[in-house]
């Protein structure tokens, strides 16, 4: 095995890899959308698949959650399977009366308030710029074929944000997720790049919320815009 994490053979991984925290998203995705697909990773449950978006050969694979998990598999990846892009797809919340449930969110900045890159790389960043060019591609790719996103900042924590009531009435933070300021982190330290696109299910000024299931299943606008997205890469 390549790293202790992928039982995958290096060319079993696409260059460009999708990735959803849920590897159960990552199945229901190349059972719905991908053609000849082969499960190529099922260490710890992270599954992983490599198959076809029409003609485009493509990895799907789940990260978890929090930025040591994705922070392990994207630096795999990139590191030791040539992966050139990873576009993150995943849930967040909302903390903006103007971001609704449903809302799809392309992060045009990443910042964090943790210090994984202190541990990881031994440099105190806390904001990192998006990938213009992968960005580019996306927000070309929506318009084509009618999906509206926004471009956001988004702001990841190593807490749930439901959980923590202090960031409610906090005006700095409007997008929370989990995973993204690791997997940017390590894109710009290699040399590769990524992106991240959300759906928002939860809203901190509401009681409205996605269920598990929806979570799982009902989030296709942000896969298609993420696997038309990888065919142009």
Sequence with gaps: ????????????????????????????????????????????????YTGYYKDKRITVMGHGMGMPSIGIYAYELFKFYKVDTIIRIGSCGSHDKNIKIGDIILANKVNTMNNFSKEMFDKDIKELDAFLDVNYIIKNVAQKINKNIKEEIVTTSSVFDVYFDHIRNNKNYKILEMEAFALFLIAHELKKECACLLTVVDESYSKNQVSAEDREKSLDDMILIALESAKEL
């Design 1 to 48: 095995m390549p790293t202790p994490h992928n039982e995958a053979k290096i060319d079993e991984i696409s260059n460009v890899v999708i990735m959803p925290g849920d590897p159960l998203r990552a199945k229901y995705i190349a059972e719905k959308y991908l053609t000849d697909y082969k499960l190529v990773n099922n260490v710890r449950g992270m599954l992983a």
